[in-house]
């Protein structure tokens, strides 16, 4: 389609196999009719890219850079990155791909696992030589070359906001089927590791978003003809022990109410590495003991880091911290630090906390076509033109085709997907002259302003919802459920929107 409104675009695909890893089975084509694609297609889906002819170069070598990134909290949203990276090589000079060099391997996919196999591949004892470097030598280099790091950092935190925001809708839907309700604060979290590709113009752009990252630190190393042994790697070491010990510290639980003395068996003065309280789970204490073990190889971080208020400058105070021995925080904290200039891309995620409210049953991922007409009821949105029985052939078409896509299932009723469409729908109906956005905006700016009034009259009739009581005046378990106030961390309206709830009430009106 893209080649009919313009004949002189002549791309190249990259085809990664689905549930892939490793760089296993990818490849690149010039035409989408490739044999090996129908052919692949049949037996094992995959996801099919444009490929990024012109990444930025060093020494004439293709590389990508992987960003480790905490996913501290889903409600409220924070989000850390990694203040350094991975830099992983090409070993064969770069080349805009031809129909002679597209089976190049080590000339277009940068993969650790791949590229390790190559003869060029090289092994350093240094951070900003060899095949693998830190993400922060990369930086020195350019900078020492005039280009503006930090809005190198600044295009790159902002991509990993949004992508961050984009999953955020549907991990709350996982999340609350999965963990008790009634747990205050985060019970879980993640490390992502993000894959980006910088462009000859510095823009940088998002390859993938790994769901588990490996945290090997270690590399295979051929001694002679078929010996190998595992030794220790300066740039993994340095990267991602400190990433995992300052997660540690960030989700450490105990944290706040820790004992203020701590005996001196528990202090690594030596190492600077965290100290063990009596009070840690044995698995944490397993895991600090093999980073004080990994410590006697790690240097300081590449990255200068700036004193955290809340983490002391020396370790001569009267009541010694056990964090004062330790290297400043790796982890910078980018959301809820940056939200409000993001805060605007988050209506599909106030929509799953709409979705969220209405499914009832606790455990489920899909609304039921009681809690879809309970939506419309408490919003307020069947109208003359829209009546109920409209509402519910919109929720069986768009339930059904949604399912007809889907591989799971296990419970029948509409995705969060569909809720989305079915929202879309509902805001072109209701604000015709509006562009998408705001369309979309009011919408949600005017359910949030008649539920947190249906929240309102619960409290003053001394009839909450939040006690898990039946409200005589639901009809439903799915209604009762629903008038419970919204999740703790959910705005009843967000202030950022571009209509306020005083538009919604004169909408209202």
Same mark, same amino acid.
Do not use: W
């Given at each position: 389609m893209v080649k009919d409104g313009d004949p002189s675009w002549k791309p190249t695909f990259i085809v990664?196999?689905?549930?892939?890893?490793?760089?296993?089975?990818?490849?690149?084509? !010039?035409?989408?009719? $490739? /044999? *090996? =694609?129908?052919?692949?297609?049949?037996?094992?889906?995959?996801?099919?890219?444009?490929?990024?002819?012109?990444?930025?170069?060093?020494? !004439?070598?293709?590389? $990508? /850079? *992987? =960003?480790?990134?905490?996913l501290k909290s889903l409600d409220p949203l924070e989000i850390y990155i990694a203040k350094d990276g991975l830099s992983r090589f090409c070993t064969e000079p770069y080349q805009e791909p031809s129909p002679k060099n597209l089976h190049h391997t080590f000339m277009h996919l940068t993969n650790y696992s791949l590229n390790i196999h190559s003869g060029n591949f090289v092994h350093s004892d240094s951070t900003s030589t060899g095949s693998k470097r830190t993400f922060s030598s990369i930086l020195c280099r350019l900078s020492s070359k005039g280009v503006d790091i930090k809005k190198v950092w600044s295009d790159i935190i902002s991509l990993v906001i949004k992508t961050v925001i984009a999953l955020t809708p549907e991990l709350k839907v996982f999340y609350q089927s999965d963990?008790?309700?009634?747990?205050?604060?985060?019970?879980?979290?993640?490390?992502?590791?993000?894959?980006?590709?910088?462009?000859?113009n510095l823009k940088p752009i998002l390859l993938e978003v790994n769901a588990n990252p490996s945290m090997r630190i270690e590399h295979e190393q051929e001694l002679s003809p078929g010996v190998f042994e595992n030794v220790p790697s300066l740039v993994d070491e340095e990267v991602k022990v400190a990433v995992i010990r300052d997660t540690l510290r960030l989700m450490d639980p105990l944290k706040n109410k820790r004992e203020n003395h701590f005996p001196d068996i528990y202090v690594d003065r030596k190492h600077r590495f965290p100290p063990v309280s009596d009070r840690m789970s044995?698995?944490?204490?397993q895991l600090s003991k093999l980073f004080i073990a990994r410590s006697q190889k790690l240097k300081q971080p590449a990255v200068k880091e700036e004193p955290s208020d809340s983490e002391p400058a020396s370790a001569s105070?009267?009541?010694?911290?056990?964090?004062?021995?330790?290297?400043?925080?790796?982890?910078?904290?980018?959301?809820?630090?940056y939200a409000k200039q993001f805060n605007y891309l988050r209506l599909v995620d106030r929509m799953a906390n709409l979705f969220i409210r209405f499914l009832g049953i606790k455990g489920t991922m899909k609304l039921g076509p009681?809690?879809?007409?309970?939506?419309?009821?408490?919003?307020?949105?069947?109208?003359?033109?829209?009546?109920?029985?409209?509402?519910?052939?919109?929720?069986?078409d768009i339930t059904r085709r949604w399912n007809s896509m889907t591989l799971d299932q296990r419970d029948s009723g509409m995705c969060l997907q569909g809720f989305v469409e079915a929202f879309f729908y509902l805001a072109q109906r209701k604000f015709k002259m509006l562009p998408l956005h705001?369309?979309?905006?009011?919408?949600?700016?005017?359910?949030?302003?008649?539920?947190?009034?249906?929240?309102?009259?619960?409290l003053v009739c001394g009839r909450s919802g939040t006690s898990g009581g039946r409200a005589p005046d639901s009809g439903t378990p799915q209604e009762a459920a629903a008038s419970a106030p919204l999740a703790q961390g959910t705005p009843p309206a967000c202030t950022n929107s571009a209509h306020k709830v005083s538009n919604s009430r004169h909408a209202l009106s």
């Open positions: 990664k196999p689905d549930s892939g890893c490793q760089g296993d089975g990818i490849y690149l084509i !010039k035409d989408p009719s $490739d /044999i *090996r =694609l129908a052919g692949t297609l049949q037996s094992r889906p995959a996801v099919v890219q444009e490929y990024i002819c012109k990444p930025l170069l060093i020494d !004439k070598l293709k590389f $990508d /850079i *992987r =960003l480790y990134v905490l963990i008790p309700a009634g747990r205050p604060g985060p019970t879980c979290f993640q490390i992502l590791g993000f894959d980006i590709l910088l462009m000859k044995s698995s944490v204490l105070d009267a009541n010694p911290n056990p964090e004062a021995h330790l290297p400043s925080i790796c982890l910078k904290q980018v959301f809820p630090k009681t809690g879809f007409r309970t939506f419309i009821r408490n919003c307020k949105l069947s109208s003359s033109s829209l009546s109920m029985a409209a509402v519910d052939i919109l929720y069986i705001e369309q979309v905006a009011s919408l949600v700016d005017l359910c949030e302003y008649h539920l947190s009034l249906l929240d309102e009259k619960r």
